[in-house]
């Protein structure tokens, strides 16, 4: 089982940026792909981004692509999401979560360990 910590949220206005870190605790992370996930109230968790085993591949939802960039350093156990541009819709709770194997997954039933999530709100 891998522990998951997630900091860096806040509070930013519209246009501004934030960076998410996720430190990981566990042998067993640079084995995994990572991703990070999303939830507002009243909706369901979305995926957001993800990075695979070494880093060669990532993948984006459609609505950060461009703005939001993932990355991983897996000699620190450490996966981080640099969010740009950032836009009211773009407040939720942010989770860090590692994957059951190698390759980048989207649905939330292809991860297993979650983080405790941090906050992102984004003012008009």
């Known amino acids: 089982q891998v522990q998951l910590v997630e900091s860096g949220g806040g509070l930013v206005q519209a246009g501004g940026s934030l960076r998410l870190s996720c430190l990981a605790s566990?042998?067993?992370?640079?084995?995994?792909?990572m991703g990070w996930f999303r939830q507002a109230p009243g909706k369901e968790r979305e995926f957001v981004a993800g990075i695979s085993q070494f880093g060669g591949g990532t993948y984006y939802v459609d609505s950060v692509k461009g703005r939001f960039t993932i990355s991983r350093d897996n000699a620190k156990n450490t996966v981080t999401l640099q969010m740009n541009s950032l836009k009211p819709e773009d407040t939720a709770v942010y989770y860090c979560?590692?994957?059951?194997?190698?390759?980048?997954?989207?649905?939330?039933?292809?991860?297993?360990?979650w983080g405790q999530g941090t906050q992102v709100t984004v003012s008009s």
């Open positions: 979560t590692t994957a059951r194997g190698p390759a980048i997954a989207t649905r939330v039933g292809e991860y297993d360990s």
């Open positions: 566990g042998r067993t992370f640079s084995s995994r792909a």
